[in-house]
């Protein structure tokens, strides 16, 4: 631990840094104000009468803010003093300055009238500022509320380590246990355990402020008494020897194999319907981390193969088909599926698989669209239905069970079996001659091709491999959904699963499931719910907040591929690698020998 | 004997500049050929054109007696040439071992089915690979074998990231080894330890060699014979004690002792 130099003068504050900071703040406080989420987000309570999803859109950004601006960069050799009142009070500015902005809003949006191209300038904007108490106390009370906020933020460095760490625990449990009320009172329903879901939300949804009040108390307690603990268990983990390790590794998925495939069985509707959504889109996040992470294909059309799976289901099952509707079983189907997508991928990635970077990503942008213009268009209607689509697909049937819209649960066990199929096909190949060559092209192509490599060939294997991955996800949709139109399949879908696959951890299995679970289970995909179902078409400011943070901070994902983070942190990784002297100075070695 | 491979007539121009104007060429079998010559002289561009990276205006290139040219780079690999690059490219997130399994890849055959039954000839394959990858880094002595196996090739020092580009490029099997520069950066000591290390190649790896190096006392240690270009037209061409006493070639070098023309 470094030595402190004493606390410095409470007045002694970096002026600049202080507007710099609360400046943003101001700024995206109004921001937020303006685009209407507090006034939209407010009927979600998350503690009653106390908190609503709307206020908290607003509050967390000051308590970031006095965080960050209280927060300082630790250089090897510069002694930092220790953290003081001084502290406090810069958080306090901070948060108090951004209050400010919100106040000033306010008096605006008393006395103006902008509401002709800001839509949310309105009565109902101004109320929530104002807590329904008039103006004069909106003013003051955002300035006050501000400056807690900020105080509260700065303070976690002031206070020692583990309290801080217990405190910020307490606060993140208290909003993810308030937002995940669906999900949990769907699995304690599961387990007869409704006690618990009625003691802890209050009757018309939200914590009510005694379990709010119980359950800080509790995290607070657990994290102060298991400190240290996990570091532990980790370095336990460590010493373990190579065969050890792995059959540990092995005991841990498998118990994590298990436990999700009984979670199902404890959980209502709503809830597995969510998961099935979170498999369908896992599925399309593995395909596609083939050929973006694996091969390095940026291809911004992917949709298009969940289309073509979609559609090859629709057409042969469905007796509603206007083309031809020989409803063959899903057995069958399937296999004429791959066939279909891979197909496609060949025609869809011939042409374009020769360019590169850039230009591969705006042309297959096009050819995406294009194949769902052409199962809009009227040209191809006889076939494919148009903008009526093609509906009444019929329940898959299994012999011993029906995977049917109707029962959410069985169409997450036929989605968990296909992202099975794509976890094994993504880990062989990852690992094999052909996963070699990808990695390859992806780290310079030409010389991959110099080195005896056909990229051409190399490449459209993982479009391919890409494309069947999709048209599985697009079969299950089909069969789910049970009628499929064009507008299931809008470039959003491509997007989305991109930001998922860079979220997650571009190149790594675990990282892109994780990035789907968390994503597409939370805010939910284009078009399907997540559990903050409320964010409505906030879900896409979110999405592309989340991309631009992760791509500043963390580049390589929640769950990094070792390679990439190599590839974006090499300074690091070798100037780790000096400090454990494993680095190579065989040049220097010899020239003073 | 007839030459491994020839080159008649070959021409290249970029823009108005003529890199290498009617070059005629050849190398025979077992031999070590070295290519000299000032900065810009068009040693790269040649190397270039053998490989496929850039195509000529005209003339032809004959490899084993049958024309090369219009192949793409990877058929050319195929075929039996490998070569370094000057300005060493590596896989840099690859690990040493990967960088030399990857380049096998067109001396192996199975495909995606094989890995994903793992099918008992896809398993032997892929022990075939790594041995033969381990034999051919392990040809540097102790330098890229060991814990250095599984680092990523940017950790490597300079001296070894080139060794690593000759290791690649006899993975992939060749008869003719084309090296850009194979010592450039490298401390005396090194370069001498390198150039016996080139003689092995051809001794027991049987590999015929063509070599572009400004070091002269690597190029004398080690060649059978010496092409001195300059803006693109071979000026001389013998032994190297022909060339360097050669009066054209010592005014190529502007009296630039020949030593440090780099
Ligand atoms: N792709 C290209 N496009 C345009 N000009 C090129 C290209 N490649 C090479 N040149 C030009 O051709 C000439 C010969 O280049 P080359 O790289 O072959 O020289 P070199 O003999 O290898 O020199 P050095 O000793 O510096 O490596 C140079 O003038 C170079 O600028
Ligand atoms: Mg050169």
Redesign the pocket.
């Given at each position: 631990m470094n030595e402190l130099a004493p606390p410095r003068q409470i007045l002694d504050q970096d002026w600049r840094r202080v507007l710099q900071f609360g400046g943003l703040c101001a700024l995206a406080l109004v921001f937020i104000a303006l685009i209407g989420m507090p006034v939209q987000l407010d009927t979600r309570i998350l503690i009653r009468r106390h908190l609503s999803l709307g206020y908290l859109s607003l509050i967390w950004i000051p308590i970031i803010m006095g965080y960050l601006v209280s927060k300082e960069l630790v250089l090897e050799g510069i002694i930092s003093a220790k953290k003081g009142p001084r502290d406090l009070l810069t958080g306090a500015l901070t948060g108090m300055i951004g209050g400010a902005g919100l106040s000033l809003l306010a008096v605006l949006i008393n006395n103006y009238n902008l509401r002709d191209p800001l839509l949310n300038w309105s009565p109902q904007t101004l109320e929530q500022l104002n807590f329904g108490n008039g103006i004069g106390f909106g003013i003051g009370i955002w300035l006050l509320i501000g400056a807690a906020l900020g105080i509260f933020g700065s303070a976690l460095h002031v206070l020692p380590a583990l309290t801080a760490k217990a405190v910020g625990t307490a606060l993140l449990a208290v909003i993810l246990v308030s937002i995940l009320e669906t999900a949990i009172t769907d699995l304690l329903q599961g387990f007869r355990l409704t006690f618990v879901t009625d003691s802890l939300y209050a009757k018309r949804g939200g914590l009510s402020v005694v379990s709010t009040i119980v359950l800080i108390v509790f995290v607070m307690l657990v994290t102060v008494l298991a400190a240290g603990q996990g570091e532990a268990l980790r370095e336990k983990y460590d010493a373990l020897d190579e065969p050890k390790r792995k059959s540990t590794n092995l005991t841990l998925s498998f118990t994590g194999v298990i436990i999700l495939l009984l979670l199902p069985l404890f959980l209502g509707k709503i809830m597995n319907e969510l998961l099935a959504n979170v498999g369908l889109f896992v599925l399309l996040a593995l395909g596609l981390n083939i050929v973006v992470g694996l091969a390095g294909i940026l291809d911004l059309g992917y949709v298009a193969f969940f289309a073509v799976g979609g559609y090859t289901t629709a057409v042969l099952t469905s007796p509603n088909s206007p083309w031809i509707s020989p409803e063959l079983h899903f057995g069958i189907v399937i296999l004429i599926v791959i066939v279909a997508a891979a197909i496609v991928g060949l025609a869809v990635g011939a042409p374009v698989i020769r360019m590169r970077g850039d230009y591969l990503a705006i042309v297959t942008l096009g050819f995406g669209e294009i194949i769902r213009l052409l199962f809009l268009s009227d040209w191809l209607a006889p076939y494919f239905g148009g903008a009526q689509g093609i509906t009444n697909i019929p329940p898959v049937d299994l012999g011993f069970a029906e995977v049917k819209g109707s029962d959410p649960r069985s169409v997450f066990y036929l989605v968990i079996f296909f992202c099975a199929v794509a976890i094994y096909v993504s880990w062989r190949l990852q690992g094999s001659r052909l996963g070699r060559a990808w990695m390859a092209i992806r780290e310079d192509e030409k010389v991959a091709e110099a080195m005896g490599i056909n990229t051409v060939n190399a490449k459209l294997m993982a479009f391919v491999v890409g494309a069947i991955l999709a048209s599985f996800s697009g079969a299950v949709f089909a069969a789910k959904v049970g009628s499929i139109f064009p507008s299931s399949f809008l470039i959003l879908v491509s997007i989305i699963i991109l930001v998922v696959v860079i979220v997650g951890g571009m190149g790594n299995i675990t990282g892109v499931i994780v990035g789907a679970v968390v994503l597409i289970g939370v805010l939910g995909g284009p078009k399907q719910p997540g559990l903050l179902q409320e964010l409505g078409t906030f879900k896409l400011l979110i999405y592309g907040a989340l991309l631009i943070f992760m791509m500043l901070k963390r580049p390589e994902g929640l769950v990094p591929n070792a390679r990439r983070s190599h590839e974006l942190h090499q300074e690091e990784f070798l100037q780790d690698a000096w400090l454990k002297g494993i680095v190579d100075d065989d040049d220097e070695e010899e020239v003073t020998a | 004997m007839s030459p491994v491979m020839s080159i008649r007539d070959l021409t290249v121009s970029?823009?108005g500049?003529n890199?290498l104007s009617d070059l005629n060429f050849h190398v025979d079998e077992g031999e070590i050929v070295s290519v000299i010559?000032?900065?810009?002289?068009?040693?790269?561009?040649?190397f270039?054109l053998i490989t496929g990276l850039?195509e000529p205006n005209s003339g032809d290139i004959l490899f084993e007696g049958e024309s090369i040219l219009g192949l793409d780079p990877y058929q050319v690999t195929e075929i039996g040439i490998a070569r370094t690059f000057?300005n060493v490219r590596l896989f840099p997130n690859m690990t040493v071992l990967e960088n030399v399994m990857v380049a096998q890849h067109c001396r192996t055959h199975q495909h995606a089915f094989g890995a994903l039954l793992q099918t008992k000839a896809f398993r032997k394959e892929e022990r075939e690979i790594r041995e033969r990858a381990e034999e051919v880094l392990s040809f540097f002595g102790t330098r890229l074998i060991g814990y250095r196996l599984d680092q990523p090739a940017f950790v490597l020092s300079y001296a070894n990231r080139r060794r690593l580009e000759i290791a690649r490029a006899m993975a992939t099997q060749p008869r003719l080894l084309l090296l850009d520069?194979p010592v450039a950066g490298m401390n005396p000591k090194e370069s001498v330890e390198l150039t016996n290390l080139i003689g092995r190649l051809r001794s027991e790896w049987g590999f015929t060699i063509v070599m572009?190096e400004?070091d002269m006392g690597v190029v004398r240690d080690v060649s059978d014979r010496v092409v001195v270009?300059d803006h693109?037209v071979t000026i001389a061409q013998g032994s190297y004690e022909e060339v360097s006493n050669d009066p054209q070639v010592i005014e190529a070098y502007l009296g630039r002792p020949a030593q440090d023309a780099s």
């Open positions: - | 970029f823009g500049l890199a010559g000032p900065n810009g002289a068009g040693k790269t561009t040649f270039n850039v000057q520069e572009i400004h270009l693109g």
